[in-house]
């Protein structure tokens, strides 16, 4: 079975803090992914990799970067956390064009 | 972008098929169908996905509509372990947009 593990199911954090969340996944991915998923939104697409070291903008990246060294990694950063970051956060990874696979999810709280 | 309508909720008897509506009327010739399912405080998963056919796996069917504008997912005898939120998307090159999808209620 594929697996994609995140690092915290819950993390709580103040305004201003650097903030990681990590995921792993242990398939050989090619595609990793980051959302956040809040009430009446939806699920949003935050970025995305296609290989190491490569990552591309999602719809909603303005306050978060990432981070993909190695190929099972992917790394979500929020540089300077803000009230408004406080969300579910899921990571997922995908070995081609279909079936991506999520993690579990950290819900981050930013007090 | 192409987008999905489904609706909010539905309910559904234990033991009896479900058919869950999706439209997706601005659909283009490139973006394929997929159906993701989420339980309560878990992530997303899988369930089916297609193009033009129907399509059958092991937890579900897809029924695609001749003109692409509107597709159903079957779950042929619903159990108390599929309720959960399901969602419609289209994806086109690994960039799938999640809606709302629809709470589905599963009724012993």
């Known amino acids: 079975d594929v697996k994609v593990t995140q690092s915290s199911r819950y993390l709580v954090k103040r305004t201003g803090e650097k903030v990681f969340l990590e995921c792993v996944q242990d398939?050989?991915?090619?595609?990793m992914f980051w959302y956040r998923q809040d009430p009446g939104l939806g699920l949003r697409l935050i970025y995305f990799s296609y290989d190491v070291k490569m990552k591309e903008k999602g719809d909603i990246p303005e306050g978060y970067s990432v981070s993909r060294e190695k190929k099972e990694r992917f790394s979500l950063i929020l540089e300077s956390a803000s009230t408004n970051q406080t969300s579910m956060y899921l990571c997922?990874?995908?070995?081609?064009?279909?079936?991506?696979?999520f993690g579990p999810g950290t819900r981050l709280t930013v007090t | 972008d192409a987008k999905t309508t489904q609706p909010n909720s539905m309910e559904s008897n234990e033991e009896e098929p479900v058919h869950l509506p999706c439209n997706h009327s601005?659909?283009?010739?490139?973006?394929?169908i997929h159906w993701y399912r989420q339980l309560p405080s878990q992530g997303p998963e899988y369930v089916i996905h297609g193009l033009t056919s129907n399509v059958n796996n092991r937890m579900a069917s897809l029924a695609i509509a001749e003109d692409r504008k509107s597709s159903t997912l079957i779950l042929h005898r619903a159990t108390l372990r599929d309720a959960a939120v399901y969602y419609c998307i289209l994806n086109n090159n690994n960039d799938m947009r999640f809606g709302a999808g629809t709470r589905l209620t599963v009724k012993p």
């Open positions: 997922a990874s995908s070995p081609h064009y279909h079936e991506q696979y």
């Open positions: 398939m050989d991915h090619e595609n």
């Open positions: 601005t659909i283009s010739g490139t973006d394929y």
